[in-house]
């Protein structure tokens, strides 16, 4: 399928019923057995992965009737900010094109000052997160995380902190000589409410040490993320696909995070990141060759949906790596949050994704309105936000944490 074609299907194309009828029968019992609400094996992922034609076009109809099924009708999305707040990293990721060597003219860390300047300018722009994620900074003192957050909440108790990768708690706990619980324990004491699920592109050690040989080994990213979920941190799950992984790594990167999420329920959500190629070592060597956007995003979003129900229902779309309207399009096909407004976003920018750094709630609200859903905005942890009474809708089954009532223009929820 062309996207021309694609767009077609979305917006036009035969309902389920009429796909699955099309479809090769071996592959509509696989369809049928996920929209059952019964696990997926790893096999029947990989038929998901290899789907064309007429599986294709089924595969991703029934990964919007599971989403319904799921959580019905509504898009949340959040009102947040992120904070890059250094770009100084030793690490060397080859998909990355945002570390700077702490010597180059353009390494920059922002100060306390310069980061409390910017979590206030986002309270007031209505956001109930910072989302806080930065390089791995050799340079930093060993508390540093930590000294972070206190001056933070003692400024602003009632933001939600969303900050610090696996990677940086793996570095943090390091320099600060704590086990991963103490550490973690410490950060959540601090004030921090949630980790990012990221620096998990794929769990594999084999793709990982291509990609980059000094990241945190997939033994070690499972270890700090169970114990994060096991002192009551919760995180949200990621994957980069579209690089040098093949089908059975995807396969595989899910196993992993359903097995997390079944003994420790901590995952919010499920977010699928397509690599940003233009600007990265990766592809300036030569080494992968990203296919265009489109049909791949939107069968790995489907899949997703499919191969994480019923353990994960929360599945992002990410408007930063695959622009606004391919983000609109992936609400068709198993994706119900359209994550958040961001206001600053350098990593995906610095690799070459051109969907700017700022989408305003009203342009997502009218995304989401203009897919025939209903657009609502959420805390970090799926909690809802109304800012005025008349402000919340009705959307679906499932959505397990209680609906939020905040006098207008507040910013405190989590
Ligand atoms: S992805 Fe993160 S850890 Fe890797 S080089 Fe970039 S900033 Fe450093």
């Given at each position: 399928?062309?996207?021309q074609?694609?767009?077609?299907?979305?917006?036009?194309g035969?309902?389920l019923?009429r796909?699955?009828?099309e479809?090769?029968?071996a592959?509509?019992?696989?369809l049928?057995?996920?929209?059952?609400?019964?696990?997926l094996?790893?096999?029947?992922?990989l038929?998901l992965?290899?789907a064309?034609?007429a599986?294709?076009?089924?595969l991703?109809?029934?990964?919007?009737?599971?989403r319904?099924?799921?959580?019905g009708?509504c898009?949340?999305?959040?009102v947040?900010?992120?904070?890059?707040f250094?770009?100084?990293?030793?690490?060397?990721?080859?998909?990355?094109a945002?570390?700077?060597h702490?010597k180059?003219a353009d390494?920059?860390?922002?100060?306390?000052?310069t980061?409390?300047?910017?979590?206030?300018?986002?309270?007031?722009?209505?956001?109930t997160e910072?989302?806080m994620q930065?390089?791995?900074n050799?340079?930093?003192?060993?508390?540093?995380?930590?000294d972070?957050?206190?001056?933070?909440?003692?400024a602003?108790p009632?933001?939600?902190?969303?900050?610090?990768?696996?990677?940086e708690?793996?570095y943090g706990?390091?320099?600060?000589?704590?086990?991963y619980?103490?550490y973690?324990?410490?950060?959540?004491d601090?004030?921090l409410g949630?980790?990012?699920?990221?620096?998990?592109?794929?769990l594999?050690?084999e793709?990982?040490e291509v990609?980059?040989?000094?990241?945190?080994?997939v033994?070690?990213?499972?270890?700090i993320?169970?114990?994060a979920h096991?002192?009551?941190?919760?995180?949200s799950?990621?994957?980069?696909?579209g690089h040098?992984?093949?089908?059975h790594?995807?396969?595989?990167?899910?196993?992993?995070l359903?097995?997390?999420q079944?003994?420790?329920?901590g995952f919010?959500?499920?977010?699928?990141?397509r690599?940003i190629?233009?600007?990265?070592?990766?592809?300036?060597?030569?080494?992968?060759n990203?296919?265009?956007?489109?049909?791949?995003?939107l069968k790995?979003y489907?899949?997703?949906?499919?191969?994480l129900?019923?353990?994960?229902?929360?599945?992002?779309?990410?408007w930063?790596?695959?622009?606004?309207?391919?983000?609109?399009?992936?609400?068709?096909t198993?994706?119900?949050?359209?994550?958040?407004?961001l206001?600053?976003e350098?990593?995906?920018?610095?690799?070459?994704a051109?969907?700017?750094?700022?989408?305003?709630?009203?342009?997502?609200?009218s995304?989401i309105?203009?897919?025939?859903r209903?657009?609502?905005e959420?805390?970090?942890v799926?909690?809802?936000?109304?800012?005025?009474?008349?402000?919340?809708a009705?959307?679906?089954p499932?959505?397990?944490?209680?609906?939020?009532?905040?006098p207008?223009?507040?910013?405190?929820v989590h």
């Open positions: 399928m062309l996207n074609e694609l767009r077609s299907f979305i917006f036009d035969p309902p019923e796909t699955l009828s479809a090769n029968p592959f509509a019992r696989i049928d057995k996920a929209l059952s609400g019964r696990e094996s790893a096999e029947e992922g038929q992965l290899q064309e034609g599986e294709l076009r089924a991703l109809r029934a990964a919007d009737t599971a319904k099924l799921d959580v009708d898009v949340t999305y959040v947040n900010r992120n904070i890059n250094t770009n100084v990293c030793f690490v060397g990721c080859q998909f990355c945002f570390a700077r702490r180059d390494a920059r860390t922002d100060s306390v000052t980061i409390l300047a910017k979590v206030a300018e986002a309270i007031e722009r209505g956001a910072v989302c930065g390089g791995i050799p340079e930093m003192p060993p508390l540093f995380y930590r972070i957050l206190v001056e933070i909440k003692r602003f009632n933001i939600h902190i969303h900050a610090f990768s696996p990677m708690i793996f706990a390091r320099r600060a000589g704590m086990p619980r103490e973690l324990t410490m950060l959540r601090a004030g949630t980790i990012p699920g990221t620096a998990a592109e794929i594999d050690d793709v990982r990609l980059s040989h000094k990241k945190v080994d033994r070690s990213w499972i270890e993320v169970t114990t096991e002192v009551g941190l919760r995180s799950s990621t994957m980069m696909y040098i992984e093949k089908p790594h995807i396969v595989q990167h899910i196993e992993i359903r097995s997390i079944r003994q420790t329920g919010t959500e499920f977010v699928p990141l690599f190629h233009t600007y990265t070592a990766l592809y300036q060597k030569g080494l992968v990203p296919p265009p956007k489109g049909i791949l995003d790995v489907a899949f997703s949906r499919l191969m129900r019923p353990l994960i229902v929360n599945v992002q779309t990410s930063v790596k695959l622009g606004p309207e391919l983000a609109q399009w992936s609400l068709a198993g994706c119900n949050d359209f994550g958040g407004t206001m600053e350098q990593i995906s920018k610095s690799a070459g051109d969907a700017g750094e700022y989408l305003p709630v009203e342009t997502i609200q995304l309105l203009g897919m025939g209903i657009p609502e959420r805390t970090t799926y909690g809802r936000v109304s800012r005025s009474s008349a402000a919340t009705s959307c679906g499932s959505w397990g944490s209680g609906r939020r009532t905040l207008a223009g507040a910013s405190v």
